[in-house]
């Protein structure tokens, strides 16, 4: 499956990724990120499975097209960080 340039600038938006992040991350140069999300200039072969490496490697799952359309999602859930505390980890130690 290839990537859109809207799943690209969605998946760098969920993971709070500037251009920049992403091609240092993906080890690519940002000009064929820039190219590709402005202009629809697809990146090359070895940089568009670079970038695709970089977001899944960050928990990024790309959602093919089908009757609702193209997407993307973090491919587990996301801790949250007023989750509190489990059922299975509360104790006398914790009871407050």
Known sequence: ???SAAQLRA?????GWSRRKLAETARIDGSEIAAF???GVAPSDPAG???RRA???AGILLLPV???G???RFARPQASADE???PEDLNSANDG
Do not use: F, N, Q, S
């Open 1 to 3: 499956m290839t990537i």
């Open 66 to 68: 089908d009757g609702y």
């Open 84 to 86: 509190g505390i489990r």
């Open 70 to 72: 193209e997407g993307v």
């Open 11 to 15: 998946a760098r938006g969920l993971l």
């Open 55 to 57: 977001l899944e490697a």
């Open 49 to 51: 499975a670079a970038i």
């Open 37 to 39: 999300e402005d202009r």
